[in-house]
């Protein structure tokens, strides 16, 4: 009896796979797409070449002053030579130690959160949340344990911004969910003062407030009281981010259904605990995209202070390329000063893509 | 329980802090009193602060002289005007950068999130990379770059770069002919406005005529003939009344013609790119909210590629686009406050600025400021409300 023999498989056509059908669906699929296709080309061709021989292979990397920077490309020996001043600002350089460990510490607590099968990963969030910000101040401000005092007007640069931007998000994230929670109550007064706050602030740009706290602030308080002037910008932006944050996160509590409050009560829980245990992680989940894209807007604001004064990374950035012992070096600044901006923000919004799919708890076909 | 049921005696009574009513009043009286005191503190102690500094309050200072130049003004303006001509001049140029602002950044906006779409992989590749730099890079930043880094480094008036004798472009800023109006351009004017309100007139009958027997008109291509059309003829009919003032280097400058400020440009260029990669985010969005089972649909019905887009996935991306779109455009507006950091004369340049500075008004002028952005942001938010109760889905 003949068994039924199937023949081999054939390949697909030469023209169904590989390259050269990548290129006829990707780039080449109707007349307009070949069209847009050789244009893109030609800018790209006019475009990025100049710029990585401006930015690589004729830059001058190492040397010392303007005397190294003769190639005419980016001259690099720049930012080599203020790096000092991009991340420590006017810190004194003997305690340069003391920013280095908390880079350090920062790192150790917070590189580990990107890994899923890191086992200590909930109680290095936690100290990172707790501790660091005690550890982070002590050192920072010094005065006590033997450190010398530094002030905070000599703090500046990269640990000037990342300061702002860390004070800003541990602060505004739970006075968001308080201002989302009182927007929410039942109590009229509370509701209303609620709303006023969250309209006032979302309504008026940062800098009105960031002037308003450098202006206003010293005629609020009683005579004599003097403010550091970096707190008052601090104050200024949490009370406008968490502005933000509250609506964030009132999205996500609308979005829980009334049944789950219910049998949180059913339950005999109180209204904080049935908030804590039952609404509040199943809303923040809901909101994390939201919650991140505020956390980068913020740490994209806190480039603002430099109006009032203060000296983050743009500000020195700013003072750097004006110095006359450089010549024409503004591009090489402006671009290292992006660069350090659009790598923490970029990470975040890459880290909150990642949170989201791990959170992902719903059904999925 | 409150009125205490006679035959369950032995039922402890709820002490009246756990009562929910009396809990929830208490709480909102002892936050309101706290408010109260917190306000109360501060007004005494601003009173007490302003009178040693010697500094009255009211607005009586807006009729003062300011004495201060501003670089650009939409009105009339130089230094004997009052401190309150230039709270107007810096709100107007806010207003014009916003506007311009809003248009560009829409259009690019537009076309980047489709761009993102492309079928095309350069494209929609070269839209990612456009979109995910310019978003993560702080605004300020990205004005310091056009201003510092391009603007200010561009030759002096006379290596200006020069586009075709017309446009020149330096240091200085950017300078393009002025039309010149004659007697009788009026009449073109009033066809331009004759042949909007015509359109609007047209649309509505054409639309009322769609709902009764179902037939359509081209009100596209009949509304461009009245608007531009009618406007042209009556230009042509009068003798083409217009003439363009060039401008031309004259000594080490330029005379005639408009010149638009490096500040100006700066900041509209820094604006619209920055808020173009937002606004293409949310048209990617709006566009992939519609499923693709109504393109199928559409195409059952044998509708062909144009209709398909224009009475089926438009109409319902928009739903999905307008809200966070006209929030993205408040966003715009507030941001154009950055205008400060470059010295571009805006409300919050000058009135906040350099008025305060002057006059010490700290109270009256923030408040003032901040009126004027919270009226903006009100309003903008009552229209979105509004669009948003017109355009939501009607359920059954």
Same mark, same amino acid.
């Given at each position: 009896?003949?068994?039924?023999?199937?023949?081999?498989?054939?390949?697909?056509?030469?023209?169904?796979?590989?390259?050269?059908?990548?290129?006829?669906?990707?780039?080449?699929?109707?007349?307009?797409?070949?069209?847009?296709?050789?244009?893109?080309?030609?800018?790209?061709?006019?475009?990025?070449?100049?710029?990585?021989?401006?930015?690589?292979?004729?830059?001058?990397?190492?040397?010392?002053?303007? /005397?190294?920077?003769?190639?005419?490309?980016?001259?690099?020996?720049?930012?080599?030579?203020?790096?000092?001043?991009?991340?420590?600002?006017?810190?004194?350089?003997?305690?340069?130690?003391?920013?280095?460990?908390?880079?350090?510490?920062?790192?150790?607590?917070?590189?580990?959160?990107?890994?899923?099968?890191?086992?200590?990963?909930?109680?290095?969030?936690?100290?990172?949340?707790?501790?660091?910000?005690?550890?982070?101040?002590?050192?920072?401000?010094?005065?006590?344990?033997?450190?010398?005092?530094?002030?905070?007007?000599?703090?500046?640069?990269?640990?000037?911004?990342?300061?702002?931007?860390?004070?800003?998000?541990?602060?505004?994230?739970?006075?968001?969910?308080?201002?989302?929670?009182?927007?929410?109550?039942?109590?009229?007064?509370?509701?209303?003062?609620?709303?006023?706050?969250?309209?006032?602030?979302?309504?008026?740009?940062?800098?009105?407030?960031?002037?308003?706290?450098?202006?206003?602030?010293?005629?609020?308080?009683?005579?004599?009281?003097?403010?550091?002037?970096?707190?008052?910008?601090?104050?200024?932006?949490?009370?406008?981010?968490?502005?933000?944050?509250?609506?964030?996160?009132?999205?996500?509590?609308?979005?829980?259904?009334?049944?789950?409050?219910?049998?949180?009560?059913?339950?005999?829980?109180?209204?904080?605990?049935?908030?804590?245990?039952?609404?509040?992680?199943?809303?923040?989940?809901?909101?994390?995209?939201?919650?991140?894209?505020?956390?980068?807007?913020?740490?994209?604001?806190?480039?603002?202070?430099?109006?009032?004064?203060?000296?983050?990374?743009?500000?020195?950035?700013?003072?750097?390329?004006?110095?006359?012992?450089?010549?024409?070096?503004?591009?090489?600044?402006?671009?290292?000063?992006?660069?350090?901006?659009?790598?923490?923000?970029?990470?975040?919004?890459?880290?909150?893509?990642?949170?989201?799919?791990?959170?992902?708890?719903?059904?999925?076909? | 329980?409150?009125?205490?049921?006679?035959?369950?005696?032995?039922?402890?009574?709820?002490?009246?802090?756990?009562?929910?009513?009396?809990?929830?009043?208490?709480?909102?009286?002892?936050?309101?009193?706290?408010?109260?005191?917190?306000?109360?503190?501060?007004?005494?102690?601003?009173?007490?602060?302003?009178?040693?500094?010697?500094?009255?309050?009211?607005?009586?200072?807006?009729?003062?002289?300011?004495?201060?130049?501003?670089?650009?003004?939409?009105?009339?303006?130089?230094?004997?005007?009052?401190?309150?001509?230039?709270?107007?001049?810096?709100?107007?140029?806010?207003?014009?950068?916003?506007?311009?602002?809003?248009?560009?950044?829409?259009?690019?906006?537009?076309?980047?999130?489709?761009?993102?779409?492309?079928?095309?992989?350069?494209?929609?590749?070269?839209?990612?990379?456009?979109?995910?730099?310019?978003?993560?890079?702080?605004?300020?930043?990205?004005?310091?770059?056009?201003?510092?880094?391009?603007?200010?480094?561009?030759?002096?008036?006379?290596?200006?770069?020069?586009?075709?004798?017309?446009?020149?472009?330096?240091?200085?800023?950017?300078?393009?002919?002025?039309?010149?109006? /004659?007697?009788?351009?009026?009449?073109?004017?009033?066809?331009?406005?004759?042949?909007?309100?015509?359109?609007?007139?047209?649309?509505?009958?054409?639309?009322?005529?769609?709902?009764?027997?179902?037939?359509?008109?081209?009100?596209?291509?009949?509304?461009?003939?009245?608007?531009?059309?009618?406007?042209?003829?009556?230009?042509?009919?009068?003798?083409?009344?217009?003439?363009?003032?060039?401008?031309?280097?004259?000594?080490?400058?330029?005379?005639?013609?408009?010149?638009?400020?490096?500040?100006?440009?700066?900041?509209?260029?820094?604006?619209?790119?920055?808020?173009?990669?937002?606004?293409? /985010?949310?048209?990617?969005?709006?566009?992939?909210?519609?499923?693709?089972?109504?393109?199928?649909?559409?195409?059952?019905?044998?509708?062909?590629?144009?209709?398909?887009?224009?009475?089926?996935?438009?109409?319902?991306?928009?739903?999905?686009?307008?809200?966070?779109?006209?929030?993205?455009?408040?966003?715009?507006?507030?941001?154009?406050?950055?205008?400060?950091?470059?010295?571009?004369?805006?409300?919050?340049?000058?009135?906040?600025?350099?008025?305060?500075?002057?006059?010490?008004?700290?109270? /009256?002028?923030?408040?003032?400021?901040?009126?004027?952005?919270?009226?903006?942001?009100?309003?903008?938010?009552?229209?979105?409300?509004?669009?948003?109760?017109?355009?939501?889905?009607?359920?059954?």
């Amino acid at each position: 009896m003949p068994t039924f023999q199937p023949k081999p498989e054939l390949p697909p056509p030469a023209s169904a796979i590989g390259p050269i059908n990548w290129l006829r669906t990707n780039l080449l699929s109707s007349p307009l797409n070949v069209g847009l296709t050789i244009v893109t080309l030609y800018v790209l061709y006019m475009v990025v070449p100049p710029v990585l021989n401006w930015a690589f292979f004729s830059a001058d990397w190492f040397g010392e002053g303007q /005397e190294a920077c003769t190639s005419g490309g980016a001259c690099w020996v720049f930012i080599g030579s203020r790096l000092d001043l991009f991340i420590y600002g006017f810190y004194p350089e003997s305690e340069y130690w003391r920013i280095d460990t908390l880079f350090v510490l920062l790192a150790i607590l917070f590189v580990p959160q990107f890994f899923q099968s890191f086992p200590y990963k909930a109680l290095f969030g936690v100290l990172l949340l707790t501790v660091f910000p005690i550890i982070a101040a002590v050192l920072l401000l010094g005065g006590i344990l033997g450190l010398p005092p530094v002030e905070t007007g000599k703090w500046g640069g990269l640990t000037l911004t990342l300061v702002l931007a860390f004070v800003g998000i541990v602060a505004a994230l739970p006075v968001g969910v308080l201002l989302a929670l009182g927007r929410r109550s039942e109590m009229p007064v509370i509701r209303t003062l609620s709303i006023v706050f969250i309209e006032l602030w979302r309504g008026v740009p940062l800098i009105s407030v960031l002037f308003m706290a450098s202006v206003m602030l010293p005629l609020f308080l009683p005579e004599g009281t003097n403010f550091n002037k970096l707190l008052r910008a601090l104050i200024g932006i949490v009370m406008f981010q968490s502005a933000y944050m509250a609506e964030v996160i009132r999205g996500g509590l609308q979005a829980i259904p009334g049944g789950q409050i219910e049998a949180a009560k059913a339950l005999g829980l109180s209204y904080w605990k049935s908030m804590a245990l039952i609404v509040l992680p199943q809303a923040l989940k809901l909101v994390i995209p939201g919650i991140v894209n505020t956390f980068i807007a913020l740490f994209k604001d806190t480039t603002l202070v430099l109006i009032i004064g203060l000296f983050d990374v743009l500000a020195s950035v700013q003072s750097a390329i004006t110095d006359p012992a450089w010549r024409n070096v503004s591009t090489e600044g402006y671009v290292f000063a992006a660069l350090s901006f659009w790598v923490f923000c970029f990470g975040m919004s890459r880290y909150s893509q990642k949170l989201e799919r791990r959170l992902n708890t719903g059904h999925k076909r | 329980m409150a009125n205490g049921e006679p035959n369950t005696p032995q039922t402890t009574r709820t002490p009246f802090w756990y009562d929910p009513t009396v809990r929830s009043i208490g709480f909102q009286v002892l936050a309101a009193l706290l408010i109260g005191w917190f306000f109360y503190t501060i007004f005494r102690n601003t009173l007490i602060n302003l009178e040693s500094r010697g500094i009255s309050t009211g607005f009586d200072f807006l009729d003062n002289p300011a004495g201060f130049g501003i670089l650009m003004s939409l009105v009339e303006y130089d230094e004997t005007y009052s401190y309150g001509r230039t709270f107007v001049v810096g709100l107007l140029n806010t207003v014009l950068v916003s506007a311009l602002g809003i248009f560009i950044a829409t259009i690019l906006g537009f076309l980047i999130g489709v761009a993102r779409l492309s079928s095309n992989w350069l494209i929609a590749k070269m839209a990612t990379v456009y979109v995910e730099t310019l978003r993560n890079i702080p605004l300020l930043l990205q004005i310091f770059f056009w201003y510092f880094a391009v603007l200010r480094t561009l030759p002096s008036p006379r290596g200006s770069v020069n586009l075709g004798e017309t446009f020149f472009l330096n240091n200085r800023g950017f300078y393009l002919p002025a039309p010149v109006f /004659e007697s009788g351009a009026s009449v073109a004017g009033i066809a331009l406005v004759l042949g909007i309100v015509l359109t609007a007139v047209l649309a509505r009958w054409a639309s009322r005529r769609f709902e009764e027997t179902g037939r359509t008109f081209p009100v596209f291509y009949s509304g461009l003939g009245l608007v531009v059309g009618l406007p042209l003829i009556a230009f042509f009919a009068m003798g083409a009344p217009l003439t363009w003032d060039y401008p031309a280097l004259k000594g080490f400058n330029f005379r005639g013609g408009v010149r638009v400020i490096p500040e100006l440009m700066a900041l509209l260029w820094a604006l619209s790119l920055y808020t173009a990669a937002f606004i293409a /985010e949310i048209v990617r969005a709006g566009i992939l909210a519609v499923s693709h089972g109504q393109t199928e649909a559409a195409r059952a019905l044998g509708l062909r590629e144009g209709p398909t887009l224009k009475l089926v996935i438009i109409p319902q991306a928009l739903r999905v686009i307008i809200p966070p779109l006209t929030s993205q455009y408040l966003n715009l507006a507030k941001n154009s406050s950055l205008a400060t950091a470059i010295g571009y004369p805006d409300l919050v340049s000058v009135f906040m600025g350099t008025t305060l500075n002057q006059t010490g008004q700290a109270v /009256e002028i923030v408040a003032m400021t901040m009126a004027v952005y919270l009226t903006m942001s009100l309003s903008i938010s009552m229209f979105m409300n509004w669009y948003n109760k017109r355009k939501a889905l009607v359920e059954r």
